[in-house]
Nanobody
Framework: VQLQASGGGLVQAGGSLTLSCAAS????????MGWFRQAPGKEREFVAS????????YYADSVKGRFTSSRDNAKNTVYLQMNSLKPEDTAVYYC?????????????????????WGQGTLVTVSS
């Protein structure tokens, strides 16, 4: 499966952005989907994830209450709505597909369970 992330850009603190991740090559509903980010000089970290059906979601504590992950399986697309953005949210955001059918936290929050990765989209939040 190929993943194409888009929607990044420059936004002021307090603003909003919506990232999209379009899947091709195989039906997106086959995969749990995750969002990860990597800031300059830092390790990649988990941001959010959503199960195949969309019924289970997980969020990093740093984004809980501000970010929302959703999916439209008919469009093979996953979304990350980001509100109340902070300068510390600045990073390259990656979407990834998890081939495991489980919905447990240790599966959907751990990058090691993700097989396919998109190319990343840059989000810059100015103060």
């Amino acid at each position: 499966v190929q993943l194409q992330a888009s929607g990044g850009g420059l936004v002021q603190a307090g603003g909003s952005l919506t990232l999209s991740c379009a899947a091709s090559g195989r039906t997106a509903s086959t995969y749990g989907m995750g969002w990860f980010r990597q800031a300059p000089g830092k390790e990649r970290e988990f941001v959010a994830s959503i199960s195949r059906s969309g019924g289970v979601t997980y969020y990093a504590d740093s984004v809980k209450g501000r970010f929302t992950s959703s999916r439209d399986n008919a469009k093979n697309t996953v979304y990350l709505q980001m509100n109340s953005l902070k300068p510390e949210d600045t990073a390259v955001y990656y979407c990834a597909a998890n081939t495991n059918s489980g919905t447990a936290s240790f599966i959907l929050r751990n990058s090691n369970w993700y097989t396919y990765w998109g190319q990343g989209t840059l989000v810059t939040v100015s103060s």
